[in-house]
């Protein structure tokens, strides 16, 4: 059975720490991972990572994905309260087929 | 472009009840897949539309059922509702050959 985990489970920090969040896996048929950050409702893409050892980085954020280990890490620098939400964790199997995490909840406090 | 839109955002349904939630994809998307969020969880996969055919699905009973349309939008049925499915349904979509899946804001379900 598939299976995503993510950790930790929450998360509460002050503005301008950084944060490593966890993901492993153990899914069949894994194609990808990508990673959404879920605010209110709809979760919104931040990346997709296809090759181990490629940090994928968009401002403050920034994600790497380990094959041999299967896992992927999250980081994100100089945290805002902006930041705060749900970071979910999906690889991907079959077509289009996303398993995702429980996610790990990111509190940031002015 | 109006992205992935649900319809409707909330909704009361009692015990043994029949739902129906819409999906109308992001513009040139052709691929619909729909997710079950409980509380406190990750997004669950139900089903995934293709070319108006159920092309994948996760471990959903029966009572769950799906249709896409000719212009890529999306139904997702729940029969017999139980209290257990009272959840926030997320609709995904997503363009052959594309990277992300785009989401909806979902339908927030409520049995009673």
């Known amino acids: 059975e598939d299976k995503v985990v993510q950790s930790p489970l929450s998360l509460v920090v002050h503005e301008g720490d950084t944060v490593t969040l966890n993901c492993s896996y153990e899914v069949t048929n894994f194609r990808s991972l990508l990673w959404y950050k879920q605010e209110k409702k709809a979760p919104t893409f931040l990346f997709m990572l296809?090759?181990?050892?490629i940090e994928k980085k968009s401002g403050r954020l920034s994600s790497i994905l380990d094959k041999k280990e299967l896992s992927s890490i999250l980081n994100i620098t100089a945290t805002q309260t902006g930041d705060s939400a749900i970071y979910l964790c999906a690889p991907q199997t079959g077509t289009y087929k996303y398993i995702f995490g429980t996610g790990t909840r990111l509190k940031v406090l002015a | 472009d109006a992205g992935v839109t649900q319809s409707p955002t909330h909704l009361i349904k009692t015990r043994g009840q029949q739902v129906t939630l819409r999906c109308s994809p992001k513009?040139?998307?052709?691929?619909v897949s729909w997710y079950q969020q409980a509380l406190g969880q990750g997004p669950q996969f139900i089903f995934q539309y293709y070319e108006e055919e159920e092309r994948q699905r996760g471990n959903f009973p029966d009572r769950f059922s799906g249709h896409q349309f000719p212009n890529y939008s999306s139904e997702l049925n729940v029969n017999a509702l139980l209290l257990g499915d009272s959840a926030l349904y997320l609709c995904a979509s997503i363009q052959t050959g594309g990277t992300e899946a785009f989401f909806g804001q979902g339908t927030r379900l409520t049995v009673v």
């Open positions: 513009s040139g998307h052709d691929t």
């Open positions: 296809t090759s181990s050892g």
